[in-house]
């Protein structure tokens, strides 16, 4: 499997993480350097043949960075049933291309193995959901106007040539997308600044801009094919759910608010409920929340081995269990026996439900957790006499 520090090769990875990463942008020049392309032009159109996957979401056509409305490029003569988008029309989206437009391919990793594995690996090395766009445009077409993201971006030249302008303005942090519009691009353009760096892309070479840099980018002499990895780690606003998993289970925080007719004892409620949600944050309970949301980001691919069948181990849950959360973290509650669980406390907890249940099953339920980790774990509560190795006949 390609490795992040194979992938920006010949740039060092140390030096990237170290220097560059959400810092500032980088344009990774791959001239000479042995890698193979996970995208040729013969790649992108056996994906784009893959026709029932495109649809009025996954397939965008732009032209002079306005959206095509969908009946000029969809299928709308039967309009599909509430809440099924409808397909993009192969024969529409050529003429559009004819015309100068540019297509936009989303989330192509889930229909190409290779940028898969790519997207993949970006996953694991940031901790961060991640994905990949492909963008095609002719010569001389620039799709889109000065515009920022709302995640880290690895652009990769596969065909073609591009230049990229990369402006001094890079804005805090952002979230939200702004409104489409004239008044909007007007203000992009008006705040971005300095140019910063003027990157030509040239077959195999990456290009680096984290969230929130200005950028724009323009087609050179021949048709461009480039691949957008987004990398996008979470952020403390994801906290707020994870508090709210994590305290729904004391009764504190299930208690009524005191009416604020009242601010005194609202006031004391409030203080009493801020103070037990700072324990919450800095135990390490809570840490594990958050590393198993992280991980969750990072599925594994689950490719198939046909005809390979393999067989997996069954187990039956031979006495009662419960998991309980302590500040100092998770334990699994047997009898009079404590076994401390770890990241492995999600499926620990689903599985003492059970009366059956198989591995292969139980890491496809939370796939977030790592097989070794959880094998240990099962080695305890088989030991403890909670569940016991079953033979399926």
């Known amino acids: 499997m390609l490795t992040f520090a194979e992938f920006i090769a010949p740039f060092d990875a140390v030096a990237f993480k170290t220097q560059y ?24 159109n056996e994906a784009l043949d893959l026709t029932p996957y495109w649809n009025e979401d996954t397939l965008k056509v732009f032209y002079k960075n306005r959206l095509a409305v969908r009946e000029n490029y969809c299928d709308v003569s039967s309009d599909a049933a509430d809440g099924v988008k409808a397909p993009a029309d192969p024969r529409k989206v050529k003429a559009l291309l004819g015309f100068g437009a540019s297509l936009v391919a989303n989330h192509i990793h889930r229909v190409n193995p ?7 690996m970006l ?17 001389g077409i ?7 993201d709302l995640h880290d971006v690895f652009a990769y030249q596969a065909e073609g040539e591009k230049v990229w302008h990369v402006y001094e303005a890079r804005a ?32 195999g070479d990456i290009l680096y801009l984290p969230r929130g840099q200005y950028h724009d980018a323009i087609t050179g002499a021949a048709a461009s094919l480039h691949v957008t990895y987004w990398v996008k780690p979470a952020t403390g606003l994801a906290l707020f759910k994870l508090m709210e998993q994590a305290v729904a289970g004391d009764s504190a925080f299930r208690a009524y608010l005191p009416d604020a007719n009242d601010p005194a004892a609202l006031k004391a409620h409030l203080e009493q409920l801020a103070a037990q949600l700072g324990q919450l944050l800095v135990a390490p309970s809570f ?9 969750s980001f990072a599925r594994p691919p689950a490719a198939f081995e046909l005809p390979v069948h393999r067989t997996t181990q069954f187990y039956s849950t031979a006495k009662h269990g419960r998991v309980i959360r302590r500040l100092d973290g998770f334990v699994a509650l047997i009898d009079q026996s404590e076994v401390q669980l770890g990241a492995t406390h999600p499926a620990v907890s689903w599985l003492l439900k059970q009366n059956l249940f198989s591995t292969d099953d139980l890491l496809a339920r939370y796939p977030f957790v790592e097989a070794q980790e959880l094998g240990t774990v099962l080695q305890k509560l088989v030991k403890l006499g909670a569940i016991v190795a079953t033979e399926m006949r």
């Open 172 to 203: 805090d942090n952002p979230v939200s997308t702004l409104p489409p519009g004239p008044e909007v691009e007007k203000w992009l353009v008006e705040s971005r600044g300095k140019l910063l760096l003027e990157a030509h892309m040239k077959p």
């Open 114 to 120: 290779q940028i898969g594995a790519i997207s993949h």
């Open 287 to 295: 840490a594990i929340d958050v590393l198993n949301y992280q991980r």
């Open 21 to 44: 990463y959400c810092k500032k942008p980088l344009h990774i020049r791959r001239s000479g350097h042995v890698h193979e392309n996970p995208l040729p032009w013969s790649r992108f």
């Open 142 to 148: 620039q799709a889109f106007n000065t515009h920022y």
């Open 123 to 139: 996953q694991q090395e940031f901790g961060a959901s991640a994905g990949a766009n492909t963008y095609c445009s002719f010569h």
